[in-house]
């Protein structure tokens, strides 16, 4: 069992700025990538930014974040963040975690949190 734990989430003024922070932990061999998904009432879950855990680890945005979140990852922690600058109220949604995992049986999994409410609004 791999368990995604989320924090960080809260309520945040137009332009102001929030770090979600989420950490892994169970039977892990390996992680291979982090990222965080959100999904907005009546709209689908979409992706927000994924790292990969090699050296240097490589990045993923969509294009409604770039330039304003960065996603950063604590290989030693089990641990990513993401920060999010110049929020604005259409980034408000329940954010996901999620980590792409090789259990210590071998198994790949792909593991997703219990979902943290970011709420931009004045």
């Known amino acids: 069992q791999v368990q995604l734990v989320e924090s960080g989430g809260g309520l945040v003024q137009p332009g102001g700025s929030l770090r979600v922070s989420c950490a892994a932990s169970?039977?892990?061999?390996?992680?291979?990538?982090m990222g965080w998904y959100r999904q907005a009432p009546g709209k689908e879950r979409e992706l927000v930014a994924l790292?990969?855990?090699?050296?240097?680890?490589?990045?993923n945005y969509a294009d409604s974040v770039k330039g304003r979140f960065t996603i950063s990852r604590d290989n030693a922690k089990n641990t990513v963040f993401l920060q999010m600058n110049g929020l604005k109220p259409e980034d408000t949604a329940v954010y996901y975690c999620?980590?792409?995992?090789?259990?210590?049986?071998?198994?790949?999994?792909?593991?997703w949190g219990q979902g943290t409410l970011v709420t931009v609004s004045s």
């Open positions: 999620t980590a792409d995992v090789v259990s210590r049986r071998g198994a790949p999994l792909n593991a």
């Open positions: 169970g039977s892990i061999l390996r992680i291979n990538a």
């Open positions: 790292i990969t855990t090699t050296t240097g680890g490589s990045t």
